[in-house]
């Protein structure tokens, strides 16, 4: 086993190399504007490795879970046209939707709950793949939360095993190729559109089987961090009748590292820390769901201290 996975990291290796070279060559590069986090042109699209190594797994495992591959290839597909030409967002909506329709499809969705509930999981699955999309501005933000997600996923997996542990453990080797170009002070590549938004589908995709198999919401804390910090500014511009669907640099990762000036990479590990801490005490720990208590509690805490960091930072950088 140790071998095979030798294989499947010197394989995304060589492709984070080869692609690297072929995107520097056919100009597929990111350049800084005013909404951008970054100063320095950087290649993007790296995040190729991720759905490369679903489909490395695909293959080595016997064909399974073909809807939910067929979905994946349509949304890295899309969003490589996307960090290409910058395909229109009805279009890029549209073939999202069908990916993830693919995916619920694959887990058997639509049989288990009701048609009343279905608009909830399209809007938290179309959610999350815009909301980690965002994230791809910081350097090592989109790998390093990632590998946390991933990680922690596979910890899980010990104590309720229903998700397929080689699955994990491909995706864990692509991020960990991925974070070799992205995680340092000058990023070498940026995940781009397909990176970020196909590592959401694969996180939509487990945490959905994971509901099914436990009913309960609770597991959507595994992404706690990131998502209280794009509910809440989203809400906050809601509030101040702003277009929420134009690019913004309101999120609090932002402000650190727009304004406050600091670290792409301390931001990602602060953000990966944080977000390991709530992993642990709400399911590593009780080696199962917590309880409904102290998941509330937790939300509601993090939720008032996150408001407060915020805001404090909005005065101090006379943002409000």
Known sequence: MILSHLIVFLIL????????RLAIRFKIIDIPNNRSSHTIPTVRGGGILFPTAVILWWMAFDFQNTWM????????????????????????????FLAVSLAFYDLDLFNQVSW????????????TI??????????????????????????V???????????????????????????RKKAMMFAGDIGSITIAYLMIYFLTKWYLEVQSWTVLLFLLVYGADSMLTIIQRLLKKENVLKPHRLHLYQI???EGKNDHVLIAIFYAVLQIMVNFLLFLRYKTLPPDDLSVTVIVVFGL???????YLRKKYKLL
């Open 305 to 311: 201290l996150y408001l407060s960091f915020k805001t």
């Open 13 to 20: 290796l060589l492709l984070a190399l080869v692609y690297q």
């Open 157 to 183: 997996n010990v104590y309720t095993p229903i998700f397929d542990r080689e699955l994990i453990q491909y995706e864990i080797l692509a991020i960990s190729v991925f974070l070799i170009f992205n995680f």
């Open 256 to 258: 650190l590292a727009n």
């Open 130 to 155: 815009n909301a980690v999309n965002f994230m791809d501005g910081i350097n090592g933000l989109t790998g390093l939360y990632s590998l946390v997600f991933m990680g922690s996923m596979l910890a």
């Open 116 to 127: 009343m509930a279905l608009p909830i999981f399209y809007f938290l699955a179309l959610g």
């Open 69 to 96: 591959i067929i979905g994946i290839l349509w949304v890295a597909a899309i969003s490589l046209l996307d960090d290409l030409y910058s395909l229109s967002r009805s279009i890029r909506f549209g073939v999202q």
